[in-house]
């Protein structure tokens, strides 16, 4: 098969392109490099460099590709507060230039890269896909409005869509760069430099965290499944969370409260869905996952 990634030099991206190296596809990955590196791009991948902005240059990346795995973005909520235009222009109309050009080469599905940011602040723990959405953040309005374009593709120009909810998500390659790193990066850079570590308000607040592989187990059969096509949205968490004041003592090291931001308190992933419609559950503990996610830090640190 032949897929195409969007945003394949990022995060989330690679590892998708790297999963489907392994097992034989051929893969094209389309990114402008703005946020993601070059370097996270596995041998054997072929690149087409365009921003999704630009409907013109993404048309070509589209031909004679079987699926596409959308997960090209501009990232965090707090970065969607301070940019919320040039957010609003690629995670809103750069989707739908994904979805118009995916309908244009006839592509047979496309997986999009969601957000529980969708959820906002909730009382339903843990929180199933019909809860009412209550974003919290520009970027948290422009996913689910991406949903809603991948509803409507599917439903009026016959592409096959399913959007997956990320709660969280960890492992390498996790930007270490840039104001808006998740709280693990921050820790492990503020624990190598022996600071202390920062938490944000009083550290009570919880997360679904959600490693790497098990995200990517989850786009691959999406991308295949028989039970999903028709604009299905589905969680991809744990089901398990974890305050960040535990986090920190996970990590160990000092501690500092500094002001909370703009954020939802708590995440917890219902996701009875995804095991019903994917067969599909996590399969690395946030321990595990969290080790494997040092043993890269520490590696990128020494080379």
């Known amino acids: 098969m032949h897929y195409l990634v969007?945003?394949?030099?990022?995060?989330?991206?690679?590892?998708?392109?790297?999963?489907?190296?392994?097992r034989g596809d051929k893969v094209r990955v389309l990114d402008n490099f703005a946020t993601s590196k070059r370097g996270n791009v596995?041998?054997?991948?072929?690149?087409?460099?365009?921003?999704?902005?630009?409907?013109?240059?993404?048309?070509?990346?589209?031909?004679?590709?079987?699926?596409?795995?959308?997960?090209?973005?501009?990232?965090?909520?707090?970065?969607?507060?301070?940019?919320?235009?040039e957010s609003n222009e690629i995670n809103i109309g750069g989707t739908l230039?994904?979805?118009?050009?995916?309908?244009?080469?006839?592509?047979?599905?496309?997986?999009?890269?969601?957000?529980?940011s969708i959820y906002g602040d909730t009382e339903i723990f843990p929180t199933?896909?019909?809860?009412?959405?209550?974003?919290k953040s520009p970027y948290a309005l422009q996913k689910y409005v991406g949903e809603e374009y991948l509803k409507l593709t599917a439903r009026i120009w016959k592409v096959q869509t399913?959007?997956?909810?990320?709660?969280?998500?960890?492992?390498?390659?996790?930007?270490?760069?840039?104001?808006?790193?998740?709280v693990i990066p921050v820790f492990l850079e503020q624990q190598a430099k022996g600071e202390p570590l920062t938490i944000t308000g009083d550290g009570t607040q919880t997360r679904d965290f959600t490693y790497i592989d098990d995200v990517v187990r989850a786009n691959l059969i999406?991308?295949?499944?028989?039970?999903?096509?028709?604009?299905?949205?589905?969680?991809?968490?744990?089901?398990?969370?974890?305050?960040?004041?535990?986090?920190?003592?996970?990590?160990?090291?000092p501690t500092k409260h500094i002001a909370p931001r703009i954020e939802p308190h708590d995440t917890l992933a219902d996701i009875s869905r995804a095991k019903e419609l994917l067969e599909w559950e996590p399969q690395v503990p946030f321990a595990e996952g969290l080790k494997r996610t040092r043993e890269w830090f520490a590696g990128m640190k020494n080379a």
């Not at 969007?6 to 392994?22: D, K, M, P, Y």
């Not at 991948?45 to 795995?69: C, H, L, Q, R």
């Open 6 to 22: 969007t945003g394949g030099a990022g995060f989330i991206g690679s590892h998708i392109v790297e999963a489907l190296l392994n």
């Open 42 to 85: 596995p041998p054997g991948a072929e690149m087409v460099e365009a921003s999704i902005t630009d409907s013109n240059a993404i048309a070509s990346a589209f031909k004679d590709i079987d699926g596409v795995f959308h997960a090209a973005a501009l990232p965090r909520v707090q970065e969607s507060i301070e940019k919320p235009l």
């Open 97 to 116: 230039n994904v979805c118009i050009a995916a309908r244009d080469a006839s592509v047979r599905r496309m997986v999009f890269s969601s957000s529980s």
């Open 128 to 135: 199933p896909e019909n809860t009412l959405p209550n974003p």
């Open 162 to 182: 399913v959007s997956l909810r990320y709660f969280n998500i960890y492992g390498p390659r996790m930007p270490l760069e840039g104001a808006y790193k998740l």
């Open 222 to 253: 999406a991308m295949a499944s028989p039970r999903v096509g028709q604009g299905e949205v589905i969680n991809i968490g744990t089901g398990k969370n974890y305050s960040i004041n535990k986090v920190a003592e996970f990590i160990s090291g």
